[in-house]
């Protein structure tokens, strides 16, 4: 494998395009779509929210490390420019609409106002924004560790693998998140991102140049990813949960091990599907999708309802196709727009 063919992705605003990490991330953000239609989706809600977010703060991670050299004070202001500057758009813009949809006045407007400032996990009012500041937070992070540790990737990784069990133990960010700016979440889910350096020089290759025994030895290992992803996903690794249990830091590692696992399928399922121009381009814009989704899930019922037009999401597959509509909604009509009215400032 020539790893100097995966240098160009290393590069922060490099115009080449990796189809599988596109791809992946369309696949991510399609499952939150879904996922936060709770347990309408069945067997899948568990299933998603094992994963969900981690899968993009993994893909995040791939791109921690700048081919350029910038100073601190560039690198944070870059940060700004693609997080945060996205964040205050995305959030004028989901509370006009929230406000115009329930006829808010100011009263009303307030408390939500305060709750974008704050930013904390699953308490904004577009659910999804949270994922920005606590980017940021994990970038800031990871740029300071990476000066302070001589660039030592695997340094960083067992550092924030102590952050995401002090933080699982003490704090509880999935149960109570109460940190502003999502921080306690960011220092939760820090592993995943710091896992991306790591892992992309592995993940990245050309299955046509690799050996015969390299090719048997990731069908193994996908064959592996496979079988416990079905059984994560039918509910069947309590057995094995219970006969663990009693180790020390097992209920606490226990989901980090899992969303690996599922991250796993994730990277094969992507890497089936890379060749599809539709999913690449979507994956582009998951900024876009993430900023849209509490608006395309208020504008379309409202206009449907407009039409004289009613439906109802009554089992799991009705969710997965409606979650796929309002996706290709937002990529043909929404994001458009969006991208006319903050592409300049993103």
């Not at 704050?118 to 980017?135: D, S, V």
Request: proline share 5%; glycine share 6%.
């Amino acid at each position: 494998m020539n790893m100097n063919k995966i240098e160009p992705a290393n590069r922060i605003g490099t115009t080449n395009r990796i189809g599988w990490v596109d791809t992946l991330k369309c696949i991510g953000m399609f499952s939150i779509y879904v996922g936060h239609f709770l347990s309408l989706t069945g067997l899948s809600y568990a299933f998603i929210f094992a994963y969900g977010v981690q899968v993009f703060f993994f893909v995040s991670g791939f791109f921690a490390i700048s081919g350029k050299k910038r100073s601190l004070k560039e690198t944070l202001l870059h940060r700004i420019r693609t997080l945060l500057v996205p964040y205050v758009c995305f959030s004028i813009l989901a509370l006009v609409i929230i406000s115009l949809q329930n006829n808010y006045g100011l009263e009303q407007v307030l408390p939500l106002v305060k709750q974008s400032l704050l930013g904390m996990r699953n308490q904004t009012p577009a659910i999804a924004l949270w994922f920005l500041p606590a980017l940021f937070i994990m970038q800031v992070l990871y740029d300071l560790l990476y000066r302070a540790l001589r660039q030592n990737r695997l340094l960083i990784f067992l550092l924030s693998m102590v952050l995401f069990i002090l933080t699982a133990v003490y704090i509880d960010p999935i149960g109570q998140p109460k940190w502003i700016f999502s921080l306690d979440s960011a220092l939760y889910f820090f592993p995943f991102y710091a896992m991306g350096p790591l892992l992309y020089p592995v993940l990245c290759f050309d299955w046509k140049e690799l050996s015969m025994r390299r090719k048997g030895l990731f069908a193994v290992l996908g064959a592996a990813i496979l079988a416990v992803t079905m059984a994560i996903y039918f509910a069947k690794m309590l057995p094995f949960y219970q006969l663990c249990k009693n180790i020390p830091l097992f209920p606490v590692l226990y989901p980090f091990f899992t969303a690996c696992v599922l991250i796993g399928f994730l990277y094969i399922l992507a890497r089936a599907l890379e060749h599809l121009p539709l999913l690449q381009a979507m994956g582009q814009k998951t900024l876009y999708f993430c900023g849209s989704e509490t608006i395309l899930k208020i504008l379309v019922p409202e206009f449907l309802s407009i039409c004289g037009l009613t439906f109802a999401l009554n089992d799991p597959l009705s969710v997965y196709l409606y979650g796929a509509v309002l996706m290709l909604l937002g990529y043909y009509i929404l994001i458009p727009i969006e991208k006319k009215l903050f592409g300049r400032w993103f």
